[in-house]
Antibody, heavy 118, light 106 residues
């Protein structure tokens, strides 16, 4: 069974940093591109970042470019999102999601909440 | 960015047929996907590449469309289908989602 389990969220002050993790199991992690997708409270979904299976290709949404860094450790089956210079508008539930060929997201974690507030 | 427009909400009775639309601001070929999100849960893939049923999804769900206009159809609707439905395109970068259609049952 495919499982994605996020952790690392919490309450953080504006301007500070936070690092999210997503541990994958039930599939060969190193074969898949992975994404972070977020959802502000009561709002829709926003794609945040993508990393290819071997970390060769990395893309970010314009809203986080230069502040967030996506990375992965295939030996540990873990995806990361380093978030710096956090803003109130980054407050959201952050999901990690596996990407299948064609750009669709076929499995999602349960999400981890990040709240940016003073 | 490609903007995906969905109606905000629909209300139907169990047993009826419902169609949820998604219109793209520019062509996305057939690279439109649909997700179901129930309250307090993560999104779940329903339909990929416009018309392909994801694994384990009941055949009551179907998708159609190409280019800029897409439809998710549920026939017949069941009580358990109460959820928000999102479309997502992967033809143009960045990947974008529709605002979601909240389906309520009468």
């Amino acid at each position: 069974e495919v499982q994605l389990v996020e952790s690392g969220g919490g309450l953080v002050q504006p301007g500070r940093s936070l690092k999210l993790s997503c541990v994958a199991s039930g599939f060969t992690f190193s074969n898949y591109g992975m994404n972070w997708i977020r959802q502000a409270p009561g709002k829709g979904l926003e794609w945040v970042a993508y990393i290819s299976s071997g970390s060769s290709y990395i893309y970010y949404a314009e809203t986080v470019k230069g502040r967030f860094t996506i990375s992965r450790d295939n030996a540990k089956n873990t995806l990361y999102l380093q978030m710096t210079s956090l803003r109130s508008e980054d407050t959201a539930l952050y999901y990690c999601a596996r990407q299948r060929y064609g750009g669709l997201f076929d499995y999602w974690g349960q999400g981890v909440m990040v709240t940016v507030s003073s | 960015d490609t903007v995906l427009t969905q109606s905000p909400a629909l209300a139907v009775s169990p047993g009826e047929r419902v169609s949820i639309s998604c219109r793209a601001s520019e062509g996305v070929n057939s690279y439109m996907h649909w997700y179901q999100q129930k309250p307090g849960q993560q999104p779940k893939l329903l339909i990929y590449k416009a018309s392909n049923l994801a694994s384990g999804v009941p055949a009551r769900f179907s998708g159609s469309g190409s280019g800029t206009d897409f439809t998710l159809t549920i026939d017949p609707v069941e009580a358990d289908d109460t959820a928000t439905y999102f479309c997502q395109q992967s033809w143009n970068d960045p990947r974008t989602f529709g605002g979601g259609t909240k389906l309520e049952l009468k």
